[in-house]
């Protein structure tokens, strides 16, 4: 039995304590209101019930007939409209005409009697003052409704308790999860940038050795390693985001690095056509991650080029306060409904069975990333006839 109640108190009651004060203050203030309103209303009751007692003994009580009086108050207990009534007449001399207040069901003392007994005095034509103290019938129905809502409400605020108890556990449990996901996370990064620190250290020494190489090329290839170590070094979780790192850089220097190392990569399946030469600028951006945007947006209109025209084109146009830079490739295109989901996270299309394909995050940390420099990334297209996107960025 104690176990069977300490279960009940841990499932049903514990969960109304742990509430906040803001949501137990308004259960108790609910259930006061009720309790007051059936009080206030129990009042009313009380005077009419009164009143009209008085109404029907006026006859008897203004002719001092005392034997009449006990007579009626008598019938109306055998109606059961009242009981436990008493009958004093008041003065000198306190001489008691009628009295069942004694019996077992009324009320004697207490709370009791200070809640249900009526209380009245009337005057006769003789001079003679009476005192009737009567307790009215209970009215069981009304009772049964009240303790029914008083019921009604504590059950909804264990409900409520109990669900806001499950959201907190759920809450909880999630965070400590995403808490261990983060740990694992910076883990496997430390160790995918440990075990890669090996083979582009080797890249990068087999590079320098390189004889008869044009020194464009190892230029391009130590810059894309360099790069590369960028980007792992970004994976993990506390290092310096692309935010932080917000600085003042040439538009057209990070373009031609990475155009280079396209044009490398690219040099026999692919035409890359730029006119960011023209552009002698600064943009507020992270070089790095600008870098890493523009290579992304390339990669997926390479994988886009389906036709015989196999060709992309970078443009910059700028303006007092933005610069925009074109991409545009001579693809497939995106119907109106891919180009409306585009940028969603982990949505791709248009590359399917490509080698390099990806799984639809590039796009969307784009847009992330450009705006949080108070930039944009959208894309405007046409099936059969190619997609463009356009970057913008703040000048600096």
């Known amino acids: 039995m104690k176990a069977l109640l300490s279960d009940f108190y841990t499932e049903y009651i514990r969960p ?101 007994e009526m209380n009245t005095e009337f005057s006769a034509i003789n001079g003679l003052n009476y005192r009737l103290a009567f307790q009215a019938q209970r009215v069981w129905s009304t009772t049964a409704l009240e303790l029914l809502i008083h019921l009604f409400v504590g059950v909804v605020v264990v409900v409520y308790a109990r669900h806001w108890r499950f959201q907190t556990l759920n809450s909880d449990l999630r965070l400590k999860v995403l808490a261990l996901e983060k740990d694992m996370a910076i883990d496997n990064a430390k160790q995918i940038k440990h075990d890669v620190a090996a083979p582009i250290g080797a890249l990068r020494m087999m590079i320098q050795t390189l004889r008869n190489v044009d020194p464009e090329v190892k230029s391009v290839l130590n810059r894309a390693l360099h790069r590369a170590e960028d980007i792992f070094s970004q994976l993990i979780p506390g290092s310096t985001s692309p935010v932080e790192l917000l600085t003042s850089e040439s538009l057209t220097l990070c373009l031609e690095e990475v155009i280079s190392e396209k044009r490398l990569q690219w040099s026999e399946d692919c035409k890359l056509i730029s006119s960011s ?11 790095n991650e600008l870098k890493r945007i523009v290579s992304n947006i390339l990669n997926n209109s390479f994988e886009s080029l389906f036709s015989e025209r196999r060709e992309i084109s970078l443009r910059v146009e700028a303006d007092p306060m933005s610069v925009t830079l074109r991409i545009k490739d001579s693809g497939i295109g995106m119907t109106p409904e891919v180009l409306r989901r585009i940028g969603q996270k982990g949505f791709s299309s248009g590359k399917n069975g490509h080698p390099t394909a990806g799984q639809g995050l590039g796009v969307s940390n784009a847009i992330s990333v450009l705006r949080t420099w108070g930039g944009d990334l959208r894309f405007e297209s046409q099936v059969g006839q190619g997609s463009e996107a356009i970057i913008r960025l703040n000048l600096s």
């Open 16 to 116: 109304v304590f742990d509430l906040p004060k803001t949501m137990q203050i308004f259960a108790i203030f609910l259930l006061l209101i009720v309790f007051c309103s059936f009080r206030i209303n129990e009042q009313s009751d009380r005077e009419q019930t009164t009143q009209a007692v008085k109404g029907i003994l006026r006859s008897e009580y203004r002719n001092a007939n005392s034997y009449a009086l006990s007579k009626a108050l008598a019938d109306l207990e055998a109606l059961h409209i009242l009981r436990c009534t008493t009958l004093v007449e008041t003065g000198s001399n306190e001489r008691v005409f009628y009295d069942t207040s004694r019996n077992r069901a009324c009320w004697k003392t207490g709370v009791g009697r200070r809640f249900f």
């Open 277 to 287: 030469q023209r552009f002698s600028g600064r943009v507020y951006a992270n070089a």
